[in-house]
């Protein structure tokens, strides 16, 4: 049998149980009661109606798709990079959809051969799903928070698979540009392919000096000022999750060196992970309309200035958090203390600890509620 981590948000089921008792008709009137549930990062904005549109002509799929997707939606996922990434050189012979990103972030190791013996690398403080990937394949999960904490490298400790995120989560912290080269440069001295998951790239929060030419979003591993013009050994994880309201229909994509993605793609056929032609279909819509990502980055913008003050107001630092759904907060105290100070006040929020030892004085407040809940837990921070 695996040895896999318990699964954590099965923690906070009596956490969660305590803040949805709450109820102060004084605070909330007499409809606010209940349970502010910012602890996952679920959109809960409606699908845009083009991307709804687009799957609905698509419904007639009496055949089975292409795995490697379809010429249109490859060469999609190149455009978006050069208009939204600054990424001009992506070749659509190195885009594989994916089933969600999640499936690729567990899966990436085995299907790139890593196994027993073999060590994967991510950072300190990550999504939980980097160590359970490496656990599915039967290698060593290693989390780092820098480069040197791996040591003196021998063939035995160098990682075969070394993970990015950014923006981070649950952090929210934006790798740059001389950040990046040096991980790259670094990688391809020791023959280490680095994957860079960039879920949240489009929701920056940064402020950009007027008449900026950067990208409208985070640097990416892609990027050319960052790999000197060649993808070879890396990969740029993405999701229409986040910033098209897709949570539902699990379309994502995997892009960079094309002989990495080309053996994904063999074993991939193989074992059948195939994204639908219908959600195919919806993710060359999503990708080729940017207003309602604009539109989107605009309400989450929204309740990220009503809730960053009333967080810190409620005694909590926030740090980083310059980009993404949550905010990284601290009260220099254990995560879980904080987390049930919230639950007092009726909000749910994700202990620190869910994303390493590293995380357990932080607690992660999430963006994604209806205006409603995000004020109603505006007024009971406050």
């Known amino acids: 049998m695996l040895s896999l981590p318990d699964f954590p948000w099965d923690s906070l089921a009596a956490t969660k149980q305590r803040a949805s008792a709450f109820c102060d008709p004084a605070i909330d009137g007499p409809a606010g009661s209940g349970l502010v549930d910012l602890s996952v990062g679920t959109p809960v904005d409606p699908t845009p109606t083009v991307v709804r549109d687009a799957l609905a002509a698509a419904s007639d799929a009496h055949g089975y798709p292409l795995t490697w997707g379809t010429p249109d939606l490859r060469e999609a996922v190149a455009a978006w990079f050069a208009a939204r990434r600054g990424v001009p050189d992506v070749d659509p012979a190195g885009v594989l959809p994916t089933i969600g990103s999640k499936e690729l972030v567990a899966w990436l190791p085995l299907l790139m051969g890593i196994g027993a013996g073999d060590v994967v690398a991510f950072p300190r403080v990550a999504y939980p ?113 986040k910033q098209s309201n897709l949570a539902g229909y699990r379309g994502a994509f995997v892009a960079g060196d094309p002989a990495l993605v080309g053996r994904l793609l ?21 990708l080729s309309d940017a207003d309602h990502v604009v539109a989107q980055k605009q309400r989450y913008a929204a309740r990220r200035a009503a809730l960053l003050p009333a967080v810190e107001s409620f005694g909590l630092r926030v740090d980083d958090s310059e980009a993404g759904l949550y905010l990284w907060a601290s009260a220099g105290e254990d995560c879980r203390v904080s ?18 030892p590293a995380g357990r004085q932080h607690v992660r407040i999430a963006l994604t509620a209806t205006d409603e809940r995000i004020e109603a837990a505006v007024r009971r921070l406050g």
Request: charged share 20%; glycine share 10%; net charge neutral.
């Open 129 to 241: 799903t980097y160590d359970v990937g490496a656990r599915l394949a039967g290698a060593t999960p290693v989390a780092v928070d820098a480069l040197t904490a791996l040591g003196p490298l021998t063939a035995a400790t160098t990682p075969k698979l070394l993970w990015l995120n950014t923006p981070g989560n649950p952090t929210g912290k934006v790798l740059g540009i001389e950040h990046l080269a040096k991980v790259v440069s670094w990688a391809r001295e020791h023959g280490v392919v680095v994957a860079s998951d960039e879920c949240y790239a489009e929701l920056d929060w940064r402020p950009r000096a007027q008449g900026s030419r950067e990208p409208p979003t985070t640097p990416s591993i892609l990027d050319p000022r960052v790999t000197g013009g060649s993808h070879e050994g890396l990969l740029c994880v993405y999701s229409l999750s």
């Open 266 to 286: 063999e074993v991939r056929k193989h074992a059948g992970l195939i994204v639908p032609w219908p959600v195919q279909r919806a993710m060359l819509a999503a």
């Open 339 to 356: 987390i049930e100070r919230l639950a007092e006040r009726g909000i749910l929020a994700a202990p620190g600890d869910f994303y390493g």
